[in-house]
């Protein structure tokens, strides 16, 4: 598990991953220790699926997929963050989050994504750290500008068309 001030952000099991593709939120509760959910904890239900497929391949890899973004004070989970799995070959591992509307605005974002990147900076193989946008100013924009990443080019994704990908290298 992760912390940081204000999150718990806590490795998604295959078990806390199935329930949440299932929807089966009294199940996931329990699996996080009696929280409850803040509306549209999740933007992206498809990416919940994919990471537990993947997971079921690679079950010892569970670090470098999902995390459940638990607010501490409120107990409740408010999103998720995560890898697109372990480092490349070339030492890059990218990653991503979301916060629930209710609770963006609030920092969380950055302090979820300073976490993920400062966890991934100390293991070994990581040379970099890439992260993709929307092709557009935004809040995930500032963020990565915030926490020192750059911008490396903007390049076509097939689900999301125009992408902005930004990097920080590491060492």
């Known amino acids: 598990m992760l912390e940081t001030q204000r999150l718990f952000l806590v490795p998604s099991t ?56 638990i607010h501490r004070e409120d107990a409740r989970l408010v999103g998720s963050c995560g890898f697109k799995g372990p480092p490349e070959p070339n030492g890059s591992v990218e990653i991503g989050y979301e916060i629930a509307d209710a609770y963006q605005g ?24 890439v992260a993709c946008t929307l092709a557009e100013e935004n809040a995930s924009v500032r963020i990565l500008r915030k926490l020192g990443y750059q911008f490396v080019c903007e390049k076509i994704d097939i689900e999301d068309g125009s992408i902005w990908e930004f990097s920080l290298a590491v060492g």
């Open 106 to 129: 609030q920092g969380l974002a950055t302090e979820s994504a300073r976490a993920l990147t400062e966890w991934a900076v100390r293991q070994s193989g990581v040379k970099n750290v």
């Open 14 to 69: 295959m078990e806390m991953l199935h329930a949440a593709v299932e929807q089966d939120w009294p199940t996931l509760s329990r699996l996080l220790g009696g929280v409850d959910f803040a509306e549209g904890w999740t933007h992206f239900p498809e990416a919940i699926l994919w990471m537990r497929d993947r997971l079921q391949d690679e079950p010892g890899e569970t670090m470098w997929w999902n995390y459940l973004i």
